[in-house]
């Protein structure tokens, strides 16, 4: 019982929920570990491109995170072990401001993910799961779903391959979030040969899935990220699959909960 993939009160576009309410609450559910990956700062030089400009902590509140984190766990250390993480940005051209940070608080992580939610249209950025709406922009800015969705696995193809440090994540975030507005906007035919190619690299560099179950309550996706006919593949393949809420309040601890047992079950 463990949900590798849970934000916190230091998320910009999350809750204000305690940490304290997501910790008694796994602990209700039955978890025997709890990491928290709050989203890490965005690059200084890239700008955020939602209108909020909220897709990454504030670099001030990152030593309190990490602070708070090391109290509680020394306070519910006898109930659960509480592990300290980010959900890393990979984003293209990036990547030495990337490294400089996971050089420098990596040493204070026991556990994080790498996500792409960010991709470069023909001259400006996108985040991808934002809005249908910025969806669409981004899909009609490089001419079809179908080039949306082979930039998405070429990001995430160089985010496995990618040298980050000694301190890079080793779990890759939601693999298939490019379908989260799938009823909207169709997946491409022969998607599927992207997310199997992806599925080798991942397993030729030694790293996790996260089996996350956000999917499944978004209007327009309703399933886990990946699919269940993705984890069995990336599960026969000994690849390790670590199931992940990626709750950005303490009830969402549940997302998917259900769904995602009942398909371990099956792999």
Avoid at 192 to 211: M, P, R
């Amino acid at each position: 019982m463990r949900d590798g993939h849970i934000h916190s009160p230091y998320c910009p576009h999350g809750t204000r929920d305690s940490f304290s309410s997501y910790i008694e609450h796994g602990i209700e559910l039955g978890y025997k570990t709890m990491t928290f990956t709050e989203h890490a700062p965005l690059p200084e030089s890239f700008k955020d491109p939602v209108p909020s400009k909220d897709s990454g902590m504030k670099m001030e509140d990152v030593e309190g995170y990490i602070s708070d984190l090391k109290k509680l766990q020394g306070e519910y250390k006898k109930d659960i072990d509480i592990f300290i993480g980010f959900e890393m940005d990979y984003i293209e051209g990036f990547e030495k401001e990337i490294e400089k940070f996971l050089d420098t608080y990596g040493p204070q992580m026991d556990d994080s993910i790498l996500s792409v939610h960010f991709l470069k249209g023909q001259d400006q950025w996108f985040c991808l799961d934002y809005s249908p709406e910025m969806y669409e922009s981004l899909m009609r800015d490089l001419g079809s779903n179908k080039l949306l969705y082979q930039r998405y696995f070429d990001a995430l193809t160089k985010s496995v391959s990618a040298d980050l440090g000694a301190y890079k994540p080793k779990r890759i975030g939601h693999m298939t979030l490019v379908k989260k507005f799938q009823n909207l906007f169709p997946s491409p035919e022969g998607w599927e040969n992207s997310a199997v190619e992806l599925l080798k690299k991942i397993k030729d560099e030694g790293l996790q899935l996260d089996y996350n179950g956000a999917g499944t309550q978004k209007p327009h996706c309703k399933e886990t990220y990946p699919p269940l006919k993705i984890a069995e593949q990336a599960s026969a393949m000994g690849i390790p699959l670590i199931y992940g809420s990626d709750a950005h309040k303490f009830t969402g601890l549940k997302q998917g909960f259900q769904q995602v047992n009942t398909e371990i079950l099956t792999l």
